[in-house]
């Protein structure tokens, strides 16, 4: 469908992680770091997945399209739990290696604090999500034609678009819940992170009715987009400070040493 | 897809300034897509040219609207055209592309032989020629055969495309893209400089000469290695030509353009060679058949520049007389007609010896049931190879064809001549091999034509009169012949005849052969028509032998066998009914292949006037594919809505990570010192 729709679709998808990139990765070496190794340990997944998936299929009757349907709904929720699995191996390697940077450091405090780390993981999960989603659809899209010859949608770049945006951010907000419920201890919000991204990957089973998959998608995105903000220390009250712009005598009056 | 485009660009430098291409020249690098409409009438073109509100069109229409004025109206149009698709069907009532004066600028009749005669005009033998093949197109020209492909294209445009009661088109719509990037520009000269520019140890061709091989056999052959004047030998060549052309150029059938002549000249030397085996001649018989005729006379400028330089195993001066086989399938009547060139007859020795030619002729005809019959003295030849013998010197000649004056081919060097022009009906009860040995009313009248010709050339080579009237041609073999070249070419005679070795010459096809030149390769390697002639003449004009086929191969070790006089073609042979294997054997031949490219090659003089300078553009591949289009519209929006997003989430970014200290800090817990 031309440049147009390749630019769109890839502003889309990848805006919103471009720009948390830009304005509060690219500064911080350390911070980078983490996010590729994040990117990785989701690729690892990916990796397993795929090979299981490889195997069943090899294995299964090729002609019967309900196996293969049953066998694809089987694929997305070994996946999706392949993933959390890898986002708490992630999170006990984190662990364990700022013990070690902390006896490293001659600094008495870590250099990045573990609510960080959960936001970069994250948003590193995210990214290499989004890219094996996107990539390929967006290599399509340049060609001067469009989806719908065999009667398909014609909406179909637009649609993965927007999932794709939905699910880098999901990444990210399930990152620092995830990370923060495993500080707490609190294994029933962790159950409900995987439970919510289960619920998001079956959601696309719907499609092509985009409308059906991707508006309970994206309110799945704004209340897990809430109950990350919530975790890592925001509350009304500071938005409504930030908003109304007297945050600079909020600092003031909360004056603490750094 | 199945489809074909005319894949070629072919630049010859004419003496106006304009220069003439076939076809899709501007084609773009990378496609060139457009809306599919198909035409369903003429008056539906206002379509695509002008109402239609989502140009460029790619126009999709049948056989019988692919006419010139439907082509000219959408070359005038080109801005809104954006590519062709002819799907052929029925045959027009007359159809040719060709110009109305074929090659008049390469022939005999020149400004300076005689300036009434030249440019036709006074007789135009081509007046149903419309010139498209000459036209330049700025867009592609495709054919497509009719089949599920085909179905599926027009579908997809009643499924999207059809208006309904005028109400606006609702996007997608179905669109097409047709690849066929030539890489040759402007003519020949320019295109052949470009190509020796090149200095690097693989210089890329962009453009490549066209030409083949000419298939020539002597009855009593010389040896192949001594080139130049052959003492006291006098010749009479008797000339057919091979090629043919059509708008697509693999699609050139040719049945009564070329067919009809060569095979007349096939069955008329098999005649001639059974008959003479033990009767001693005055003269040689030379049985040249032409290659590349139709692109301005490749293969007799050709043989005639080799002769007159030495390099061919006779020279002009040996020439006794020429008698041309020119299109004789298509008759008006009973009568076959002799066309002679009125110049050269002014002088008295030539006049004699055309008059005897004639007169031989007419006594051939002697219990057949036809008749020949001069043409009008003052009417010029017809399109021929013996034109270019003339240019070189006054020779005795004639040229047979079954019109008078115009051609009587309504469909010269287009598609639709085919074999159902030439009228060969078989009964619909029988197999592909009963129908290989039916005889059809076509081959009966060739079969005579074939009679006549053989009679003549031994009469004119000095043979004793007595045995004239055992000179007959084979009707089995001019039906074979008409159905391997015109219906089906892997027939089982072909295989028997065939080579297994070439594997241009598998016949997996079968379709028949491709009529056209096509491109002179640097490896020896011929098409398929030209490797059938030869191995066709070689069966018929040669002997079988007792060789094996490593003998076949080096037959020089032999005491009796000589590869400077003769050929030695490993045939296929039958399959014996008992077992799977062919009985292959070697055939003893005197038929040769002759490189026929056009000498401006060899000069380097790529605006020769005098030779074909004809080249075919390279190109990397040719395809075609179908899709829907979005609306400008649609693209526009999401290209609008992914920049919103991205400022907007650049904003909100910038917002929070500046406000972050604020946004995330958090009153619990007031002993976390680190964020």
Redesign the interface.
């Known amino acids: ?2 440049a ?2 390749f ?6 998808a990848f ?2 992680a ?3 990139f ?3 990765i690219a500064r911080d070496p350390l911070r980078v770091i983490f996010l590729i190794a994040g990117a990785f340990f989701w690729l690892c997944s990916l990796l397993l997945s795929s090979l299981v998936w490889f195997i069943t299929v090899q294995i299964s009757n090729k002609e019967s399209s309900s196996q293969q349907k049953g066998l694809l709904i089987f694929g997305v929720v070994l996946s999706v739990l392949l993933q959390e699995t890898c986002r708490f191996g992630y999170y006990k390697l984190l662990k364990k290696a700022n013990e070690g940077l902390l006896m490293l450091s001659a600094e008495e ?2 250099p990045i ?1 573990i ?2 780390l959960a936001y970069v993981s994250g948003l590193g999960f995210g990214f290499m999500s989004g890219a094996f989603s996107m990539v390929n659809i967006l290599a399509d899209s340049v ?7 065999h009667g398909d949608s ?1 909406h179909y ?2 649609s993965s ?1 927007f999932m794709t ?1 939905a699910i880098i951010l999901l990444h990210m907000f399930w990152g620092v819940v995830f990370f923060d419920s495993c500080e707490k201890q609190h294994w029933w919000s962790l159950a409900v992170v995987v439970i919510s991204h289960l619920l998001v990957s079956c959601l696309t089973f719907q499609n092509p009715q985009y409308v059906g998959s991707l508006v309970p998608t994206y309110i799945i995105v704004f209340l897990v987009g809430l109950w990350a903000f919530f975790c ?4 009304l009250r ?2 409504k ?2 908003l109304t712009c007297k ?1 600079k005598d ?2 003031l009056a ?1 004056h603490r040493p ?1 | 897809m199945t489809g074909r485009g005319p894949g070629t660009i072919i630049g010859f430098p004419h003496k106006r300034t304009s220069i003439f291409f076939l076809s899709c020249v501007s084609a773009s690098i990378s ?1 060139d ?1 457009g809306v599919i409409h198909v035409l369903e009438s003429e008056a539906d073109l206002e379509w695509p040219l002008s109402k239609g509100p989502n140009p460029p069109y790619m126009v999709l229409l049948e056989s019988s609207l692919f006419t010139k004025s439907i082509m000219m109206k959408m070359k005038n149009a080109s801005s809104r055209v954006a590519g062709v698709v002819v799907v052929p069907k029925t045959s027009p009532p007359e159809f040719s592309p060709h110009t109305t004066c074929p090659n008049e600028n390469t022939g005999v009749y020149t400004e300076t032989y005689d300036h009434n005669l030249a440019h036709c005009n006074t007789t135009v033998w081509n007046p149903r020629g419309n010139g498209l093949s000459y036209e330049e197109f700025d867009f592609p020209v495709f054919s497509l055969k009719e089949d599920n492909e085909t179905e599926v294209i027009k579908q ?1 445009y009643f499924d999207h495309n059809r208006v309904v009661n005028g109400s606006g088109l609702q996007y ?1 719509l ?2 097409m ?1 047709l690849f066929s990037h030539m890489h040759a520009v402007t003519d020949t000269a320019t295109c052949m400089r470009r190509s020796s520019m090149d200095f690097s140890t693989s210089p890329v061709m962009v453009c490549d000469p066209l030409g083949g091989y000419n298939v020539c056999a002597f009855i009593r052959p010389y040896n192949s290695t001594a080139f130049g004047h052959k003492e006291n030998e006098s010749v009479v060549i008797a000339a057919a030509r091979l090629d043919s052309k059509a708008f697509f150029l693999e699609d050139s059938t040719g049945a009564e353009g070329s067919v009809s002549g060569f095979v007349t000249l096939l069955a008329a030397a098999q005649a001639l060679c059974e008959a003479t085996q033990e009767a001693p001649r005055t003269r040689n018989i030379l049985f040249a058949f032409f290659h590349g005729e139709v692109f301005d006379y490749i293969g007799s400028s050709r043989m005639v520049y080799d002769m007159k330089n030495n390099m061919f195993v006779i020279d002009l001066d040996n020439v006794h007389s020429i008698l041309e086989i020119g299109q004789v399938a298509v008759r008006s009547g009973t009568n076959l007609f002799l066309h002679s060139d009125p110049v050269s007859r002014r002088n008295n020795t030539v006049h004699d010896e055309v008059t005897n030619l004639v007169k031989n002729l007419q006594s051939s005809t002697a219990g057949l049931n036809f008749s020949f019959v001069e043409t009008d003295f003052s009417q010029p030849l017809p399109p021929s190879s013996f034109q270019r013998f003339l240019r070189a010197r006054a020779i005795p000649g004639i040229v047979l064809a079954d019109h008078q004056t115009d051609f009587n081919n309504r469909y010269y060097e287009s598609f639709y001549d085919n074999a159902a022009h030439l009228n060969l009906t078989y009964p619909s009860n029988l197999s592909p091999e009963e129908q290989l040995e039916f005889v059809t009313d076509t081959a009966k009248s060739l079969t005579e034509v074939a009679t006549a010709v053989a009679r003549t050339l031994f009469k004119q080579a000095g043979g004793n009169n007595s045995q004239v009237n055992k000179i007959n041609a084979d009707p089995k073999t001019v039906t074979q012949m008409l159905y391997g070249f015109l219906v089906r070419s892997n027939n089982s005679w072909f295989q028997v005849l065939g080579s297994s070795l070439r594997c241009v010459f598998c016949l997996s096809e079968p379709n028949p052969p491709q009529y056209y030149v096509g491109v002179a390769k640097s490896s020896h390697q011929a098409n398929a028509l030209t490797y059938l002639v030869q191995y066709l003449l070689a069966n018929l004009t040669g002997t079988a032998t007792n060789l094996t086929q490593s003998q076949c191969k080096k037959p020089d070790e032999l005491p009796n066998e000589s590869t400077y006089l003769y050929s030695y073609l490993w045939v296929q042979g039958m399959v014996p009914p008992n077992s799977t294997q062919r009985e292959s054997f070697c055939v003893r031949t005197a038929v040769r292949l002759v490189k026929a490219v056009s000498p401006a090659f060899d000069l380097g003089d790529y605006v020769s006037k005098e030779y074909s300078t004809w080249t075919k553009s390279q190109w990397k591949f040719i395809k075609a594919r ?5 609306s400008r519209d ?10 919103a ?2 400022f ?3 904003l ?4 929070v ?1 500046t ?1 972050a ?7 619990r ?1 007031p002993n ?4």
């Open positions: 469908m031309t147009s729709v630019f769109g679709c890839t502003f889309i805006g919103p471009i720009a948390l830009l304005f509060t405090t870590m604090s609510r960080q060609g001067p034609g469009t989806t719908g010859i014609q770049f637009l678009a945006m890592s220390g925001g509350s500071n938005l400070l930030c945050d909020f600092l909360n750094r | 496609g897509t997809c997608p179905c669109a893209q179908i899709f829907l289009v979005a649609l693209e526009m929006l999401t290209l609008g809505v992914g920049v997003v991205l907007t989430s650049l909100v970014t910038y917002f990570s406000k200290d604020v946004l995330f800090s958090s009153v817990e976390n010192a680190a964020y």
